[in-house]
């Protein structure tokens, strides 16, 4: 099994910053693309940042500029940095990773818990 544990949430002004952390342990094998989603209330989930194994990086447009995403391959974790909130990033926060299994060797998604982010003075 794998577990993505997620860190880091909380309330925040507008202008703020918060760092969102996620650590993955378990039968772990390699991960390829790690990311983080977020989900507003009523709305779908939806892609804020995603990293590769090698470093490469993809944004939504509308955080580009204002987060910064990076990963540690020796701890397995991805953290996010949040700069220039907005009430608008408001959401849960969840972390994503595509990882092959050790033993069966085979790749699949796993979620984090989430994380509650709430911009609001």
């Known amino acids: 099994q794998v577990q993505l544990v997620e860190s880091g949430g909380g309330l925040v002004q507008p202008g703020g910053s918060l760092r969102l952390s996620c650590a993955a342990s378990?039968?772990?094998?390699?991960?390829?693309?790690m990311g983080w989603y977020r989900q507003a209330p009523g709305k779908q989930r939806e892609l804020v940042a995603d990293?590769?194994?090698?470093?490469?990086?993809n944004y939504a447009d509308s955080v580009k500029g204002r987060f910064t995403i990076f990963r540690d391959n020796t701890k397995l974790t991805v953290s996010l940095q949040m700069n220039s909130l907005k009430p608008e990033d408001t959401a849960v926060y969840y972390c994503?990773?595509?990882?092959?299994?050790?033993?069966?060797?085979?790749?699949?998604?796993?979620w984090g818990q989430g994380t509650q982010v709430t911009v609001s003075s």
């Open positions: 994503n990773a595509d990882v092959r299994s050790r033993g069966t060797m085979r790749s699949r998604d796993y």
């Open positions: 990293i590769t194994s090698v470093g490469m990086t």
């Open positions: 378990g039968s772990i094998f390699s991960i390829n693309v």
